[in-house]
């Protein structure tokens, strides 16, 4: 849970490109040697939500959908597998686009398209997208040593420009609460729904470990300049 000010985590490696570099190159030898995948971000739950959502909201199955900081690229391959076509993955570290090569290969889903992207500086033609989701990249950002402020408000851009209007952004975090992330993204886009979470009990309080949200970007409204045209 956040605090009040500008940089409300204390700074942590885990904010840090080379920290992730190393960890999916373990993760990339790991998977080598035995085939295992490594870690899945908040558990199977949270990929079976975001897809539960998606087929509730009868989301067309040739919508694009981009995962930010896909890491071993599960999420895309169960997306893949629910019939979803028009899927795109971009880890700032290239090990994890390496490994997340290896799963699509192992899995057989050629069509998912992976690129060694910083969402924080995207390529021109990462955009268009209609759907948007995180799961854990902006709370690593949230915990860069280097002002992740700045970091915070770049990435807000950066979702302003992939997503199309009125396309949809799922985000998982386990940093951020309801109305921190309300705050954080409420330029350029509003709340759509707020997605079931495991619940927990303390000292007679209930509260979630986990905050999943669905926000849709805000319609781009003609300029007065546009009108004169």
């Not at 889903?109 to 924080?120: G, P």
């Not at 729904?193 to 003609?222: D, H, M, W, Y």
Request: aromatic share 10%; with cysteine.
């Amino acid at each position: 849970m956040a605090l009040a000010g500008d940089e409300p985590f204390s700074p942590s490696v885990l904010g840090t490109r080379e920290h992730w570099d190393a960890a999916y190159e373990r993760e990339l030898q790991t998977f080598q040697d035995i085939g295992d995948i490594g870690e899945i971000w908040f558990g199977e739950e949270s990929m079976v939500r975001i897809i539960r959502w998606l087929e509730k909201y009868k989301v067309p199955l040739d919508s694009s959908v981009l995962d930010i900081g896909t890491g071993n690229g599960v999420l895309l391959v169960e997306l893949a597998k629910s019939g979803y076509m028009n899927l795109t993955g971009i880890d700032y570290s290239p090990s994890a686009i390496q490994l997340s090569e290896k799963v699509r290969e192992k899995e057989g889903m050629s069509n998912i398209k992976l690129k060694v992207e910083d969402f924080l500086a995207p390529s021109a033609e990462l955009s268009g997208f209609d759907i948007c989701i995180d799961k854990g990249t902006f709370d690593a950002i949230s915990l860069n040593p280097s002002d992740a402020a700045g970091k915070r408000k770049l990435y807000v851009a950066s979702l302003g420009r992939v997503l199309k209007p009125e396309g949809f952004f799922l985000i998982t975090s386990c940093n951020w609460t309801k109305e921190e992330l309300l705050n954080e993204f409420r330029e350029g886009f509003e709340i759509l729904e707020e997605l079931p979470t495991p619940k927990f009990c303390f000292g007679g309080r209930i509260g979630n470990s986990v905050t999943a949200l669905v926000f849709q970007r805000k319609k781009v409204r003609p300029s007065i300049l546009d009108k004169l045209d």
